[in-house]
Structures are given as structure tokens and as C-alpha cells.
């Protein structure tokens, strides 16, 4: 499974695109979020919420939802974005995992959610990452390398200037909360070094530029 070109605005995942009650999108830079999409005021935290029933002031990271014709969305320009869903319970979540949100578990907390709303069981989720940054282009100073110690054991290095991968470390994440490897795409396009296809806060320091990555149940 992996992520491809699904239009001149999109990419998509192969391993979602296998569900015909199941729409969803990373969109490029070049593309404006679907009229009627939910989106969060993100705030790099493990805050997730259901939709319907919160709005563009509503705070948080992550939104969850079973109900056909509600549209999940992220903002990102180098976060990750994951879109989960499970064909059992037929529920869906996107969730937006920046480093910061990566530390704080995010992805596991909107895991956990689908189970205590739903009863989502973690082996049947399936979840794709959309395009962000790599760990080619993600290079963090020792002020925040030593955070990802946990998540990377093996590593001898977080002590000082070094790359991180912010995929690898939401795999790891997912696998810890119950998803399986053979149901999770997690190798996108880096957006730093994708060129002008996407959005790059730390390429272009852009304050407002953002991509949005959309799911829903049809």
C-alpha cells in the first residue's frame, strides 16, 4: 500500500481507497479545502474532538465522527496529517501530529477515542500519513531532540543537533496502541524538499499557507 497521485490536487492512500463507503483526501497547495469540511483551531496538543458538535474556534488536534456526509479536516505545511478509519464500526478520524502533538500522543489519543465512542477495536483501524516533512528536511536543535528518547530508544545522537522522523514515530505510536503494520501507509511525500507542490512552513515561512487533508463517510 502506499500514497499516490489521485489528481492534479491530490494525493491519496491505496491501502483507504479500498473502502467504497470512505472518501478521502490530502490535497496539494494548489487546492481549497471541500465547502462544509469541520476543522479545528489547532493547537499542537492531544485534545480530540467529535464532530458534529464542535466549530473552527473549537480548540484541538484531532476529530472524530460516524456520521455519512461529515467532513474531517486538517490543516498542515510540514505537520503530519492521519487519517484513520475502521470498516467494522465504520467511523473515521483526522488528526494533525507535529512534533508537538507527536510527544503528546495524539494519534493514539483519537485511537482511543473511536474505541470509547464507537467501540472501534484497534486491529481492524486502518490509517494513512499525507504528505509532510521527512526526516531527510526535519532537523531539530538539543532543545527538542532529547524529547524523542522515548520513541527512540536506540538512538545516541538526541542530544544534540539532529533530524527526526516524525512518520516513524507516529508508527511506532500507532503499533503501541493496536493498529497493525500491514494496515498503515506510512511513507508519504516530504513536503520541504516535494518542491511547489506543497506547502513548507519551515521552507517558505509562510504564516498562512496550509494544506487540507479530508475525510469522510460517504
Known amino acids: 500500500m502506499s500514497i499516490v497521485k489521485a489528481s492534479p490536487s491530490s494525493f491519496s492512500s491505496t491501502l483507504l481507497s479500498q473502502f467504497d463507503w470512505l472518501h478521502h483526501a490530502f490535497l496539494t497547495a494548489a487546492a481549497q479545502p471541500p465547502p462544509g469540511v469541520f476543522l479545528l ?7 480530540v474532538h467529535e464532530a458534529p458538535g464542535c466549530h473552527t474556534a473549537t480548540c484541538g488536534d ?6 455519512p456526509g461529515v467532513q474531517l479536516g486538517v490543516k498542515t505545511a ?6 484513520i478509519a475502521d470498516p467494522v464500526s465504520r467511523c473515521a478520524a483526522a488528526v494533525h501530529a507535529g512534533w508537538r502533538g507527536t510527544l503528546t500522543n495524539i494519534a493514539s489519543a483519537a485511537v482511543s477515542r473511536l474505541q470509547s465512542l464507537y467501540g472501534a477495536q484497534p486491529a481492524s483501524l486502518h490509517a494513512a500519513f499525507g504528505p509532510s516533512i521527512g526526516p531527510c528536511c526535519f532537523e531539530v536543535g538539543p532543545d527538542v531532540a532529547p524529547r524523542f528518547q ?7 545522537d538526541l542530544h544534540q543537533q539532529t533530524h527526526i522522523d516524525l512518520c516513524e514515530a507516529n508508527l511506532r505510536q ?22 511547489s507542490e506543497f506547502h513548507s512552513w519551515r521552507r517558505d515561512h509562510h504564516p498562512s499557507a496550509r494544506m487540507f487533508s479530508v475525510i469522510a463517510i460517504r
Open 78 to 83: 510540514d505537520c503530519l496529517p492521519i487519517l
Open 174 to 195: 500507532l503499533l503501541a496502541a493496536g493498529l497493525l503494520p500491514a494496515h498503515i501507509d506510512s511513507l508519504p511525500p516530504c513536503t520541504f524538499c516535494g518542491g
Open 62 to 67: 484531532a476529530l472524530v465522527t460516524r456520521q
Open 150 to 156: 522515548s520513541l527512540f530508544p536506540e538512538r545516541s
Open 41 to 47: 483551531h489547532q493547537i499542537h496538543s492531544a485534545t
